[in-house]
């Protein structure tokens, strides 16, 4: 019998393969994010990185630089539960890769209180405003199982 922790390190792992299932919907050539927020077990809203709706579905410019209006994955999930009848107070939010500043400032905002990322960045400004801010933050590595 598996206990609490133990079910919910499962579901955490769960959660992280559909949002790297979800990161293939981006068009983005350079890297493919993915997120989903979650609020009692149930998924409230999806995204990943990409340009905004009307736009071209082409993210890096002829040097493969990204271009400066691609909204990334917890922007994209954050903007749609926005636009819906749900709250992501309270909520988890699931993301390929760890959040930057620009998304941890939306995550702040919009009430999530815990993130759960599979891949490090470079830069941890946003891991640490997010501390800051009192957001759990948990890193488990990619699980390809």
């Not at 983005?28 to 009692?40: E, F, M, N, P, T």
């Not at 941890?124 to 390809?144: Q, T």
């Amino acid at each position: 019998m598996c206990n609490k922790k133990e079910k919910q390190l499962e579901l955490d792992k769960r959660y992280l393969r559909m949002a790297a299932v979800w990161a293939e919907n981006s068009y983005c050539k350079r890297r493919q994010v993915g997120a989903l927020i979650v609020k009692d077990q149930m998924i409230i809203s999806d995204g990943y990185n990409g340009t905004p709706a009307g736009f071209e579905n082409i993210c890096e410019d002829e040097n493969n630089v990204t271009k400066p209006y691609v909204l990334h994955a917890e922007a994209n999930a954050i903007t749609k539960v926005a636009a819906s009848s749900n709250s992501s107070k309270g909520a988890t939010i699931y993301v390929t890769s760890a959040p930057c500043i620009e998304c941890a400032k939306l995550i702040i905002q919009s009430g999530i209180e815990r993130v759960v990322y599979s891949e490090k960045y470079r830069v941890e400004d946003g891991c640490n405003l997010l501390r800051r801010a009192g957001v759990i933050i948990d890193y488990i590595e990619e699980v390809n199982d």
